[in-house]
């Protein structure tokens, strides 16, 4: 059973940085790709970076220059290492893993809330 913990949320002023970390249990980093995503109250959830087992990135262009996703197969975490922090990028962040064969992210964090003023 896949578990994922996010931490490493919390508030931050404009032009900050923060790292959220994901604690993943009980999956395959050989055959999980992982990502992070985001929702605003009152808006769809967001893509906002994923990464493959091959170590292939890609962001959502929102994102893209200040947002850093990695991962740490020894230590079966994952992170976003999020700078140049906005307004806008306020919102819920949560982890999520799914089998690399299959486009749908099945399981999801509890989310870390990000708050930038």
């Known amino acids: 059973h896949v578990q994922l913990v996010e931490s490493g949320g919390g508030s931050v002023q404009t032009g900050g940085s923060l790292r959220l970390s994901c604690a993943a249990s009980g999956y395959s980093s050989n055959t999980f790709c992982m990502g992070w995503f985001r929702r605003v109250p009152g808006l769809e959830r967001e893509g906002v970076a994923g990464?493959?087992?091959?170590?292939?990135?890609a962001y959502a262009d929102s994102v893209k220059g200040r947002f850093t996703i990695s991962q740490d197969n020894s230590k079966n975490t994952l992170y976003l290492q999020m700078n140049s922090l906005k307004p806008e990028d306020t919102a819920m962040y949560y982890c999520?893993?799914?089998?690399?064969?299959?486009?749908?992210?099945?399981?999801w964090g509890q989310g870390t809330q990000v708050t930038v003023s």
């Open positions: 999520a893993a799914r089998l690399c064969a299959s486009p749908e992210y099945n399981y």
């Open positions: 990464i493959g087992i091959d170590g292939r990135t």
